[in-house]
């Protein structure tokens, strides 16, 4: 067993505070990682206050992982010790139903493993996630990190970079498509990036003013006041695909008019409630599509990871020490980030 350090909420009414466990031994096709960086999700927020009523307490949160190799298991081929690699938002899967075949583990019909609030297949222990200065994961849930990259800006790529990646590969955003990104928050600025890189046509969408500029500087080729009723109806019928990054409550129908015919409109903020169901006639009229999109599988998330490489994309941050996450979901909460915050867990060691 390996004594590892990190913040637990133990309960949901409670701030999150220190934490002492035992990471598991090392199995034959395990890597223990000493993290480096992790990244702050709204998820964390919600599971930490239990707003999505399944929380296990204590719970760890973090699923935007990014550190180093420490050890690996007698079986390990893929790693060494030494490597920088990372961890996103599952650490097993049942691997036999036919998503886990295709490589779509995050829809594995016998559920997957989250990083943490999961249920470890062998053991049955409640898994802990990377508020912590360590990890222990199968070698087969780990991911390598383009070294070119700036290390703490990769982590959020672990879960908001793939959560907006796969829509965007799923349905064909490239050269000649007209895509709208909702929200420019933590999985809206990541969106934004990877569409342009992808060489679409981007056009975001915020309730701001105060984030024109920003939305442009990060690759959007125009910025709808999302309020104004006639900058959406300038749009009306024009999009092929709208990936809907708010992860509060709100009408669909305004971005579903949006949608030229056979366009589909993909959630992937995840709200504490449900939106209001959309009108009928305005999916059945143009044969649109709302649709719904869950991070990535192991193979699509290291195309991501090298896509960015490639590209030179990470996350726009703000670091801040493991001391500091109580502030930092408040903040959070008032949409006062840039977009990501991202923990330094030398913080936690020190």
């Known amino acids: 067993m390996y004594p590892t350090y990190g913040y637990a909420a133990r309960d949901a009414a409670s701030p999150l505070a220190a934490f ?21 999700c709204h998820s964390d927020l919600h599971q930490a206050r239990d707003e999505w009523r399944n929380t296990i307490y204590p719970v760890v949160p973090g699923h935007e992982i990014v550190g180093r190799v420490a050890e690996t298991g007698k079986g390990v081929t893929k790693y060494k010790v030494g490597e920088l690699v990372g961890v996103g938002c599952l650490v097993d899967s049942c691997r036999t139903c036919p998503s886990c075949a295709e490589g779509l583990e995050q829809y594995c019909e016998n ?78 600025h990541m969106g934004v990036k990877l569409a342009h890189a992808m060489g679409a046509h981007v056009v975001l969408f915020t309730t701001s003013p105060s984030k024109i500029e920003d939305g442009k500087r990060l690759g959007a080729d125009e910025v709808v006041i999302s309020k104004d009723p006639e900058q959406m109806k300038a749009h009306i019928n024009s999009f092929d695909l709208i990936v809907n990054t708010v992860a509060a409550q709100h009408d669909l129908n305004p971005f579903i008019e949006l949608l030229r015919r056979d366009g589909t409109m993909t959630l992937v903020g995840a709200p504490e409630h449900d939106h209001p169901s959309p009108q009928v006639f305005n999916l059945i009229m143009k ?32 670091m801040i020490k493991m001391q500091d996450i109580n502030n930092a979901y408040e903040r959070m909460l008032k949409s006062d980030v840039k977009y990501r915050f991202v923990i330094d867990l030398d913080s936690l060691r020190k």
């Open 20 to 40: 002492e466990f035992q990471r598991r031994d090392l199995r034959e096709l395990d890597v223990r990682i000493d993290v480096l960086f992790c990244g702050v």
């Open 111 to 188: 559920g997957f493993v989250g990083t943490y609030n999961g249920t470890d297949r062998v053991s049955g222990d409640v898994t802990f996630g990377g508020y912590s200065t360590q990890l222990v994961v199968d070698e087969a849930f780990v991911l390598r990190v383009p070294e070119n990259l700036e290390l703490a800006a990769v982590a959020p790529l672990l879960c908001a970079g793939i959560t907006t990646y796969s829509p965007l590969r799923t349905w064909g955003a490239g050269p000649g498509k007209k895509v709208g990104i909702v929200g420019l928050g933590g999985l809206g």
């Open 287 to 318: 044969r649109r599509r709302l649709a719904g999109s869950l991070i990535g599988g192991i193979a699509e998330t290291q195309e991501m990871l090298d896509f960015c490489g490639k590209h030179g994309i990470t996350s726009d941050i703000e």
